[in-house]
């Protein structure tokens, strides 16, 4: 069984981590998949949703809105400031995963960990920062029909949460109608390709 806390805190380690070594150019870089922010936004969301999610305010998650309302106001603090908010919440988000089978908190910042990678050219991200995640959500959205054993553990992971689009969905040649493959993504689907590494 995964440990929820642990894998929140590997995550917001390597992101810290990753983030230390940014320079200015880096930061400014468009993320695909998400909602045109930069590198710092992401950070920025990585460090105000866990606030959020901490104090209970969690109304219209995780719409534009909530993420809007955490992200604007960090977008002018510098990157330490973000990663040290995110470290000041760990204990506290890693208690919130205790006995939570859909910890969404832990899902989402191994989805924009893996977001970044890609965003800065880093390849995939480590396995067992994403692996666990992709464990339990796989069987929820396949359900008894299983989870097809030919398809790549990652691109799986990624479209699960909406960070490939239709037609590369469509490119594995699944037995699925176009409306069960758009079933598949959690944010809904998307037309735009995504950057594969």
């Known amino acids: 069984m995964t440990d929820w806390g642990d894998l929140y805190r590997a995550n917001v380690d390597a992101v810290s981590r990753l983030a230390?070594?940014?320079?200015?150019a880096a930061l400014t870089t468009t993320v695909p998949a998400s909602p045109d922010w930069t590198v710092h936004e992401v950070l920025a969301h990585l460090a105000g949703g866990p606030a959020d999610a901490i104090a209970g305010r969690m109304d219209g998650a995780p719409g534009p809105a909530w993420t809007e309302a955490h992200v604007a106001p960090r977008r002018?603090?510098?990157?330490?400031?973000?990663?040290?908010e995110m470290r000041a919440n760990l204990d506290a988000v890693a208690a919130s995963?205790?006995?939570?089978?859909?910890?969404?908190?832990?899902?989402?910042?191994?989805?924009?960990?893996?977001?970044?990678?890609?965003?800065?050219?880093?390849?995939?991200?480590?396995?067992?920062?994403?692996a666990p995640v992709l464990a339990a959500v796989a069987p929820m959205k396949f359900g008894t029909a299983g989870v097809p054993e030919d398809l790549d553990d990652y691109e799986l992971f990624r479209a699960l949460f909406s960070r490939r689009s239709r037609t590369q969905m469509q490119s594995w040649g699944l037995?699925?109608?176009a409306d069960q493959l758009d079933d598949l993504c959690i944010f809904g689907p998307r037309e735009d390709d995504q950057p594969v590494p």
Do not use: F, K, Q, Y
């Open 76 to 84: 002018g603090r510098p990157v330490d400031e973000l990663t040290g």
């Open 97 to 130: 995963t205790v006995d939570n089978p859909r910890p969404a908190i832990v899902w989402d910042v191994a989805v924009h960990h893996a977001d970044l990678h890609e965003a800065l050219g880093l390849g995939v991200l480590p396995e067992p920062m994403w």
């Open 20 to 24: 230390g070594d940014l320079d200015d």
């Open 175 to 177: 037995p699925l109608s």
